[in-house]
């Protein structure tokens, strides 16, 4: 069955740091590129970071590079999203996804998704 699992938001102040994880089962994280997107309330889904199979080749939006870092754990079938330098802007849903492709940072690419995690970055 395919399943995401997202864990590890919550309330943070700015300048803190969260992880993210995202929980796949094997036939979802297998051989697939996995990705972090965010919806803002009132914004699109917009990508945030991914990382191919089977890791070492990452892409991050421009709002997000040098704070954020994307990483898999292929044994756990665990993708994770270390967070730190939090802003207010970061405040969203993040969502788990994973693509059988290589594009990365188009969303209808993915062909799976988590439920979300919620992220509040108070100023």
């Known amino acids: 069955q395919v399943q995401l699992v997202e864990s590890g938001g919550g309330l943070v102040q700015a300048g803190g740091s969260l992880r993210l994880s995202c929980q796949a089962s094997?036939?979802?994280?297998?051989?697939?590129?996995m990705g972090w997107f965010r919806r803002a309330p009132g914004k699109e889904r917009e990508f945030v970071a991914a990382?191919?199979?089977?890791?070492?080749?990452?892409y991050y939006a421009d709002s997000v590079k040098g704070r954020f870092t994307i990483s898999r754990d292929n044994a756990k079938n665990t993708v994770y999203l270390q967070m730190n330098s939090l802003k207010p802007e970061d405040t969203a849903v993040y969502y788990c996804?994973?693509?059988?492709?290589?594009?990365?940072?188009?969303?209808?690419?993915?062909?799976?998704w988590g439920q979300g995690t919620q992220v509040t970055v108070s100023s």
């Open positions: 094997e036939r979802t994280f297998s051989r697939n590129t």
């Open positions: 990382i191919k199979w089977p890791g070492g080749t990452t």
């Open positions: 996804a994973a693509s059988p492709g290589s594009t990365y940072s188009y969303p209808p690419a993915y062909k799976y």
